[in-house]
């Protein structure tokens, strides 16, 4: 557990995003972070620390979340059910205490503030009702978060309009009675249409600062079957829009390059990467393909 909190720390130090939903997508599609589990008990509060400080916020980011990676590693899994206190609440409560300095002896004000705050995340999780989702739970515990920071601290935190993408993986899903639930179709397919991968993968290219994954684009596009040939190029469709890509090139037989992972700007921040990277991956396993080189992306 402690390799998946000194995983979490050191990816969000790399964000620079002011939206904590925006970082905890981010942080939350690599494979060191589960649908549920403790290791939330740090990613939640290092989500807030982060956009906090991107924000303007004033505090040493880097000793910030190595406090909160001591703190998070406190609380033991399941504490919802077993103490009644649910561990996003309690992650972002230290992240709060954190910035303050706040102590169980503070006399300054700080010590009421976090106090409200806790107890008005935790009604907004009561409410909705168990069995725990550590993605709902830190999606309501973020959502209360972001007015406190604005009126307490002067800082404001990007929101968003969140669309829970992780129903498919989580058995005790509430669906409608989740506030980030919605019926929306997110679906991968191979490609059949080519004229679609190449929109996708030329809106990507366009990105400033992406030009060094483009050397050779326009031979890529025009032999595109080819150059995918014995990989995958997979397009990720939402209600039969293409909206996403993915894909990865067979290098030797035995290894493979992952490449345009892209999604559109206006469909992210709804779990959709996660998604993408592990279809990636379930079809690399199924060919025995051993994935090489950094996978890239707009996402």
Known sequence: MSDKRVSIIEACKKEKSINPFEIFFHVAANDFVNIHGPEHHVLDGACVLTAFYNAGGRINLDEAL????????????????????????????????????????????????????????????????????????????????????????????EDSDIVCSFSALNQQCLRERCPFYRSTSFEIRDCDNYDIARALIREYSAIKGAEKCFVSLDKELTEI???????????????????????????????????????????????????????????????????????????
């Open 66 to 157: 190595d406090k909160l990676m001591q703190e998070g590693g406190r609380m033991p899994g399941a504490a919802c059910g077993l103490w009644g206190v649910c561990g996003a609440v309690t992650s972002i409560g230290a992240a709060l205490a954190i910035i303050d300095g706040t102590g169980p002896l503070s006399t300054d004000g700080s010590w009421d503030w976090h106090m409200r705050y806790t107890s008005e995340a935790l009604a907004r999780i009561a409410d909705v009702g168990g069995p725990r989702c550590c993605k709902r739970d830190a999606f309501l515990a973020m959502k209360t978060v972001i007015p406190y920071v604005k009126e307490k601290y002067r800082i404001q935190l």
């Open 225 to 299: 079957d080819e150059y995918y040939k014995g990989g995958a190029l997979l397009i990720g469709y939402e209600n039969g829009k293409p909206i996403a890509t993915v894909a990865f090139r067979n290098i030797n037989g035995h290894t493979c390059e992952a490449k345009r992972l892209y999604i559109k700007p206006e469909y992210r921040g709804k779990g959709y990467a996660r998604l993408l990277i592990n279809t990636m991956l379930d079809r690399c396993r199924k060919l025995w393909f051993v994935p090489t080189h950094g996978l890239s992306g707009s996402i």
